[in-house]
């Protein structure tokens, strides 16, 4: 049941990532946006992907479950860990395809979601094995309810915004 709440806002997430994919093309996907002659340095769509991709794992292996097949890569955590810098890429060569970026973000957290709703509601008051989060999120449950709820939110914001800069409009 525990699983089942956090996983809802979960899929209410995805969807939202899903809409905002609507019209990107690849030549966009790694770009700041600019309004005129100002570049906006904000957080592109892969970064914002691929970053998010990241956490997936961690929700599966925290409940119990087998990772493994979307453990992000060496190459993926230095592009995308919360200490990497978000990169205009005008050449396409310092972030992976689109199609994989978009790829490994739907894949991983469809695999999170089932790991939820497959999880045994007491795995969720455990104590948070993640010891620099503890103090904010105490609990397995609360740590995952912010990752599939509250952080994919705050990035797919930034997504929502990276969209309108570009003149793609809402989605």
Same mark, same amino acid.
């Given at each position: 049941?525990?699983?089942?709440?956090?996983?809802?806002?979960g899929? @209410?997430?995805?969807?939202?990532?899903?809409?905002?994919? !609507?019209g990107? !093309?690849? $030549?966009?996907?790694?770009?700041?946006?600019?309004?005129?002659?100002?570049?906006? $340095?904000s957080?592109?769509?892969?970064?914002?992907l691929?970053? %998010?991709? %990241?956490?997936?794992?961690?929700?599966?292996?925290?409940?119990?479950?087998?990772?493994?097949?979307?453990?992000? &890569?060496?190459?993926?955590?230095?592009?995308?860990?919360?200490?990497?810098?978000?990169?205009?890429?005008p050449?396409? !060569?310092?972030y992976?395809?689109?199609?994989?970026?978009?790829?490994?973000?739907?894949?991983?957290?469809?695999?999170a979601? $089932?790991?939820? @709703?497959?999880?045994?509601?007491?795995?969720?008051?455990?104590?948070?094995?993640? $010891?620099?989060?503890?103090?904010?999120?105490?609990?397995?449950? &609360? @740590?995952?309810?912010?990752?599939?709820?509250?952080? @994919?939110?705050?990035?797919?914001?930034?997504?929502?915004?990276?969209?309108?800069?570009?003149?793609?409009?809402?989605?």
């Amino acid at each position: 049941m525990i699983g089942q709440m956090i996983a809802d806002s979960g899929q @209410l997430c995805i969807g939202y990532a899903k809409r905002m994919m !609507t019209g990107v !093309t690849q $030549e966009q996907f790694a770009r700041f946006a600019a309004v005129g002659d100002t570049v906006i $340095e904000s957080n592109h769509p892969a970064f914002i992907l691929g970053h %998010l991709s %990241l956490y997936p794992c961690q929700v599966i292996e925290q409940v119990g479950a087998d990772a493994s097949a979307v453990k992000p &890569s060496e190459k993926y955590d230095a592009l995308f860990s919360k200490h990497a810098k978000c990169l205009d890429d005008p050449n396409g !060569t310092l972030y992976p395809p689109m199609e994989e970026v978009v790829e490994k973000f739907f894949s991983s957290h469809g695999a999170a979601i $089932e790991a939820l @709703l497959n999880a045994d509601d007491a795995v969720f008051s455990t104590p948070n094995p993640t $010891e620099h989060l503890r103090e904010k999120f105490s609990t397995v449950g &609360s @740590l995952h309810g912010f990752y599939l709820s509250g952080h @994919l939110m705050l990035h797919i914001g930034q997504f929502s915004a990276w969209r309108r800069a570009m003149g793609l409009g809402p989605a």
